[in-house]
């Protein structure tokens, strides 16, 4: 069974990301309508009935909007720590606490759900606490890596193990800089706790690159602070330094904010 990945959304308006295999699969992250979710999946072929466990990465409202209908109204077990489990049950955006589909993991312990191996480690973000999450199927790892600071030693160390990676490149310095968002906003967004921009995340990706790396999709990217175009040419250009040739040694992708990618296949 090949390993499928599929962005449903990645943005500030709702973040929802599935892998799976022709028999089953997980989601990570439930920012969007439950609806929506319905639908993209089955758009797709997937029946909920195959959705084995939803992976939270932090609690605020564009990642964790349909957990109550996942977890409590269809029954399936949704994981996050113990702080983002609080984070959920105070957040106004979740109608229903969970209550039997509430599963707590711990950071760097790995977690099983049928053949996949998950592992949750720690994010730097303005959370009440924030993780990315390693699924390792077979000799695939896909690392996710969202609403990201900075890149700290953690965070580094396992995007260097992904195969396939999805990470945050939220804003571009000169439009976010000239845009127009108040001061505090900028503020927030360009700290250590805020989100990652495109530079950083291309000088260290380039930095760090390794022919085992597949895929790069850059998710999270901002409306009003980023472009697509613009996100995947700062990896390219920065790539170029180092000799490294998009779509040649590593395919990279700018999900889309608003609609679901394509289905992508990782191979066995």
Not at 105 to 126: G, L, M, N
Not at 179 to 198: D, M, Q, T, W
Not at 221 to 231: F, G, I, K, T, V
């Amino acid at each position: 069974m090949e390993l499928q990945f599929l962005s449903l959304a990645s943005g500030s308006s709702g973040n929802c990301y599935y892998l799976g295999t022709s028999e089953y699969g997980i989601l990570l992250d439930a920012g969007i309508g439950f609806r929506a979710i319905q639908k993209i999946l089955k758009d797709n072929g997937i029946d909920m009935e195959r959705i084995m466990a939803v992976f939270i990465t932090h609690d605020h409202a564009d990642h964790i909007k349909s957990v109550s209908s996942l977890g409590e109204k269809s029954g399936i077990p949704v994981y996050a720590t113990q702080a983002v489990h609080e984070g959920i049950e105070k957040s106004c955006y979740v109608h229903k606490k969970l209550s039997l589909s509430r599963r707590v993991i711990e950071k760097e312990q790995p977690v099983i759900v049928k053949d996949f191996k998950i592992t949750a480690f720690d994010v730097p973000h303005d959370a009440t606490d924030c993780v990315g999450y390693l699924v390792q199927y077979k000799d695939q790892k896909c690392v996710l890596a969202t609403d990201v600071g900075y890149i700290s030693e953690t965070v580094g160390t396992y995007i260097r193990m992904a195969n396939h990676l999805i990470l945050e490149a939220n804003y571009d310095r000169e439009m976010l800089h000239n845009g127009n968002y108040p001061a505090f906003l900028k503020e927030r967004i360009v700290s250590g706790s805020g989100h990652l921009c495109n530079t950083d995340a291309a000088e260290f990706l380039a930095a760090n690159f390794d022919l085992h790396l597949k895929n790069i999709w850059l998710c999270h990217l901002s409306r009003e602070n980023n472009h697509p175009d613009l996100a995947c040419k700062t990896l390219e250009m920065e790539f170029g330094k180092y000799g490294i040739r998009i779509g040649v040694d590593v395919n990279v992708v700018a999900l889309k904010r608003m609609h679901p990618s394509e289905m992508y296949v990782l191979g066995e």
